[in-house]
């Protein structure tokens, strides 16, 4: 293939290290390995990776309620089961959607304390509670690892022991011609947009590759719970994972994908079917056009994939070794600052429930899914609907309703900073239902929002709610005109 030559000569070492000042980067023969593989995947793929007659709805006990997982008692020690475990957080994303620079784990959520801080809060209160040894382990990016490791010095006293390893670092490809952009190694100094993590897909064989996999497998770890770092309903289930652990050697589930009933918010949210006699994930970018509506139902597809996953690790190093991880590929289309239209490939981690024995769903509560993706998600995680204890968000008992309201920030607020600089003190939400706040619209000190509350400032109009305003089932206009609604 003309690509893969062109892009070989390119890198004619095994490592080729290049210094840049102030960074040294690395490239090595497993990302091109890696990618090589990828791209032959990619160039062989014709049509649609399902044939949707064959799709089918998962068998009932292929997918258990959470209740029924969480009726089983616990033993009086959990000691024994929380030391074969191993949280993975995955951090390879910026936090430039919101306006910030650097990894988005370093993002201030909740009293000053980053998506990092809570997590490693959680896993030494765990630790400390039970006397045992639960790791945590970042997957980082090439442009999270750098700022990522910086900060863990803060982190040297407490009682988690943390270790990295990196996603592979791929070029994206020039949507046209198939050709890499990176047209030098040289450019990931100077222009590091033309390489990208290739999804989280690629934490199978990054893991493996690291020799993480096997260092954490010789001290008797045995199971990984893995989670997006942002989301912070994502904390160590001491339920599911003594379902895991309890089961006899020769039907214990080898993967563990946790699902929550889908809302119309999570439309697009991948979700669980039967293929093929086995349990496979579904995502949007595989539905041929004409299903994505049905795709998109939430009476025929009830429920999502959080992507919280428990995965055995000597899984992992089975299907690694026989080259037997199957994910589907995704194709994420790009444009470059400069408006050239890329291609990158990517996996997706959930995807290889398939390739697993006795793999399992599991549908939690909403509650395990409270992912921050926007500002509007980040006022709710900071108002007084949670409460913080030892790193972990609980819904407030004093909320009557189970669900959270639904927010919706205009483009004023879109970046932190800006969000910021609008509240003197984010609004009691405990009775809210629904909040719509578009246009230049600022709040004032102990403000209280109840019931739907829509406030829009028309253009060149501006919005100040005066402190202890309490507004309740209203419309405020730009004219500040109040009404009932």
């Given at each position: 293939?003309?690509?893969?030559?062109?892009?070989?000569?390119?890198?004619?070492?095994?490592?080729?290290?290049?210094?840049?000042?102030?960074?040294?980067?690395?490239?090595?023969?497993?990302?091109?390995?890696?990618?090589?593989?990828?791209?032959?995947?990619?160039?062989q793929v014709k049509g649609p990776s399902v044939d949707w007659p064959k799709i089918h709805r998962p068998p009932e006990d292929s997918i258990q309620p959470y209740d029924k997982i969480a009726a089983l008692p616990l033993p009086d020690s959990l000691?024994?089961?929380?030391?074969?475990?191993?949280?993975?957080?995955?951090?390879?994303g910026l936090g430039t959607s919101m306006g910030c620079k650097g990894p988005k784990s370093l993002i201030s959520v909740r009293n000053e304390n980053t998506f990092l801080d809570l997590t490693v809060q959680q896993i030494e209160h765990l630790n400390?509670?039970?006397?045992?040894?639960?790791?945590?382990?970042?997957?980082?990016?090439?442009?999270?690892?750098?700022?990522?490791?910086?900060?863990?010095?803060?982190?040297?006293?407490?009682?988690?022991?943390?270790?990295?390893?990196?996603?592979?670092?791929?070029?994206?490809?020039?949507?046209?011609?198939?050709?890499?952009?990176?047209?030098?190694?040289?450019?990931?100094?100077?222009?590091?947009?033309?390489?990208?993590?290739?999804?989280?897909?690629?934490?199978?064989?990054?893991?493996?590759?690291?020799?993480?996999?096997?260092?954490?497998?010789?001290?008797?770890?045995?199971?990984?719970?893995?989670?997006?770092?942002?989301?912070?309903?994502?904390?160590?289930?001491?339920?599911?994972?003594?379902?895991?652990?309890?089961?006899?050697?020769?039907?214990?589930?080898?993967?563990?994908?946790?699902?929550?009933?889908?809302?119309?918010?999570?439309?697009?949210?991948?979700?669980?079917?039967?293929?093929?006699?086995?349990?496979?994930?579904?995502?949007?970018?595989?539905?041929?056009?004409?299903?994505?509506?049905?795709?998109?139902?939430?009476?025929?597809?009830?429920?999502?994939?959080?992507?919280?996953?428990?995965?055995?690790?000597?899984?992992?190093?089975?299907?690694?070794?026989?080259?037997?991880?199957?994910?589907?590929?995704?194709?994420?289309?790009?444009?470059?600052?400069?408006?050239?239209?890329?291609?990158?490939?990517?996996?997706?981690?959930?995807?290889?429930?398939?390739?697993?024995?006795?793999?399992?769903?599991?549908?939690?509560?909403?509650?395990?899914?409270?992912?921050?993706?926007?500002?509007?998600?980040?006022?709710?995680?900071?108002?007084?609907?949670?409460?913080?204890?030892?790193?972990?968000?609980?819904?407030?008992?004093?909320?009557?309703?189970?669900?959270?309201?639904?927010?919706?920030?205009?483009?004023?607020?879109?970046?932190?900073?800006?969000?910021?600089?609008?509240?003197?003190?984010?609004?009691?939400?405990?009775?809210?239902?629904?909040?719509?706040?578009?246009?230049?619209?600022?709040?004032?000190?102990?403000?209280?929002?109840?019931?739907?509350?829509?406030?829009?400032?028309?253009?060149?109009?501006?919005?100040?709610?005066?402190?202890?305003?309490?507004?309740?089932?209203?419309?405020?206009?730009?004219?500040?005109?109040?009404?009932?609604h």
């Amino acid at each position: 293939v003309c690509f893969l030559r062109c892009f070989y000569l390119l890198v004619p070492f095994n490592v080729v290290v290049l210094t840049y000042t102030p960074r040294v980067f690395q490239v090595s023969k497993k990302d091109f390995d890696g990618f090589k593989k990828l791209f032959h995947r990619f160039l062989q793929v014709k049509g649609p990776s399902v044939d949707w007659p064959k799709i089918h709805r998962p068998p009932e006990d292929s997918i258990q309620p959470y209740d029924k997982i969480a009726a089983l008692p616990l033993p009086d020690s959990l000691a024994d089961s929380l030391n074969k475990l191993v949280v993975v957080k995955l951090n390879g994303g910026l936090g430039t959607s919101m306006g910030c620079k650097g990894p988005k784990s370093l993002i201030s959520v909740r009293n000053e304390n980053t998506f990092l801080d809570l997590t490693v809060q959680q896993i030494e209160h765990l630790n400390k509670k039970y006397n045992t040894d639960v790791p945590l382990v970042l997957m980082n990016s090439f442009n999270t690892d750098e700022d990522t490791k910086k900060i863990l010095q803060k982190y040297t006293h407490h009682r988690v022991k943390i270790h990295t390893f990196n996603q592979s670092r791929y070029p994206r490809i020039n949507k046209e011609s198939l050709l890499p952009v990176a047209t030098d190694i040289g450019m990931m100094g100077e222009n590091a947009d033309v390489w990208y993590p290739p999804g989280h897909g690629d934490i199978y064989a990054s893991f493996y590759n690291s020799g993480l996999l096997d260092q954490l497998i010789t001290e008797g770890k045995e199971y990984i719970f893995v989670s997006n770092i942002d989301n912070l309903g994502a904390t160590v289930d001491l339920n599911i994972l003594h379902h895991l652990v309890s089961q006899p050697n020769g039907k214990r589930c080898e993967f563990i994908m946790e699902v929550t009933d889908k809302t119309r918010a999570d439309v697009k949210g991948g979700t669980l079917i039967q293929y093929d006699n086995k349990l496979r994930l579904l995502e949007i970018a595989q539905v041929p056009k004409a299903h994505v509506d049905e795709f998109k139902s939430v009476t025929k597809f009830k429920i999502f994939n959080t992507n919280n996953l428990w995965i055995s690790l000597g899984a992992i190093k089975r299907l690694q070794e026989q080259n037997a991880m199957d994910m589907e590929i995704i194709v994420n289309p790009k444009t470059l600052d400069g408006g050239q239209n890329v291609i990158q490939l990517e996996t997706a981690v959930g995807a290889a429930i398939k390739s697993f024995d006795n793999a399992l769903g599991i549908n939690v509560p909403r509650s395990r899914f409270l992912p921050v993706k926007t500002v509007s998600d980040l006022l709710l995680v900071m108002s007084n609907l949670y409460s913080l204890e030892a790193g972990s968000l609980t819904m407030s008992q004093k909320r009557e309703f189970p669900t959270t309201p639904h927010v919706k920030l205009g483009s004023s607020f879109t970046k932190v900073q800006e969000y910021q600089t609008r509240f003197e003190s984010i609004p009691d939400m405990l009775e809210l239902d629904h909040l719509t706040v578009s246009g230049d619209v600022t709040f004032g000190k102990q403000v209280s929002l109840k019931g739907t509350v829509i406030i829009i400032a028309n253009h060149g109009d501006r919005i100040d709610i005066p402190a202890g305003t309490i507004l309740e089932n209203k419309i405020v206009s730009g004219n500040l005109r109040i009404l009932d609604h």
